[in-house]
């Protein structure tokens, strides 16, 4: 059963994205197109594809984040978690999947993420429009899986 499920879709990166792609085929035309505009696209509508949602998902015990199409993903067992809680994310901090100085972080949009602390100490953010709902609902599979 599925304890929490949440999809974000990155609206300012498809944005961004969709500009990049636009303004790349404005540059050219059909007889001046080379390979540097081929390798330009190509490389903008993959990241479109891969960032341009989060989805997380805790169910039996495994917390699952993953982006796009989940070519990026990450699952983190439960029992290898010591706690978690809600923190403010600054701006700078970025899109994506980012090393901070409080550890990796995947994020989509939004100022809130859940801090997970590993029993190793290690820390991990999730990126999170709903980070109060996210944060019960690991806690709450924490006391399933001790």
């Known amino acids: 059963m ?3 499920r949440n999809s974000q879709t990155g609206y300012l990166i498809i944005a961004l994205l969709v500009i990049g792609i636009i303004a790349t085929l404005a540059s050219t035309t059909l007889e001046t197109i080379g390979l540097l505009h081929y390798m330009v696209l190509l490389l903008l509508i993959m990241a479109l594809v891969m960032f341009y949602k989060l989805m997380v998902v805790v169910e039996r015990g495994v917390i699952v984040c993953s982006f796009g199409q989940g070519v990026f993903s990450k699952t983190i067992r439960v029992r290898e ?3 978690c809680r809600v923190v ?7 899109w994506g999947i980012r090393l901070t100085p409080a550890g990796w972080m995947y994020n ?3 100022s809130k993420a859940v801090e997970i ?3 190793s100490g290690k ?3 999730i990126g999170s429009n709903e980070a109060e709902s ?3 609902a690991i806690e709450d599979e924490m006391k399933k899986f001790p």
């Open 123 to 125: 820390k991990f953010l």
């Open 88 to 94: 403010g994310v600054p701006w700078y901090y970025g």
């Open 81 to 83: 978690i010591a706690g």
């Open 2 to 4: 599925i304890a929490y």
């Open 117 to 119: 602390t590993y029993k």
């Open 108 to 110: 989509i949009a939004g």
């Open 134 to 136: 996210l944060c019960e």
